[in-house]
């Protein structure tokens, strides 16, 4: 049974950092992109940065800069680091894992995904 589950949320001044992390149980991890999705109150899920290949990075444009996505291939792990935060980035942010760079890129038909860890950032 594959398990993706997300830690390091909390509350935050604007400003501030948090480190979130994704454990992946379950799957074979170096086979998988990687990457976070976000979803703010009354607002659609969007993307925020995936991971392939432990080098390959894509950001969206809103965190491009501040944040910074990274896997560990040996403890099966995914990283988001994330600087300078705004009031904006509140949200749920939730860990996803696909086979296919492309379909994560979009956040479409993706085969897996965590329950989410709650980011609030404080103005």
């Known amino acids: 049974q594959v398990q993706l589950v997300e830690s390091g949320g909390g509350l935050v001044q604007a400003g501030g950092s948090l480190r979130l992390s994704c454990a992946a149980s379950?799957?074979?991890?170096?086979?998988?992109?990687m990457g976070w999705f976000r979803q703010a109150p009354g607002k659609e899920r969007e993307f925020v940065a995936a991971i392939r290949s432990g080098v390959i990075t894509y950001y969206a444009d809103s965190v491009k800069g501040r944040f910074t996505i990274s896997r560990d291939n040996g403890k099966n792990a995914v990283s988001l680091q994330m600087n300078s935060l705004k009031p904006e980035d509140t949200a749920v942010y939730y860990c996803a894992a696909d086979t296919t760079y492309g379909r994560l890129r979009v956040g479409v038909s993706v085969e897996y995904w965590g329950k989410g860890t709650l980011v609030t950032v404080s103005s």
């Open positions: 379950g799957l074979t991890f170096s086979r998988y992109a």
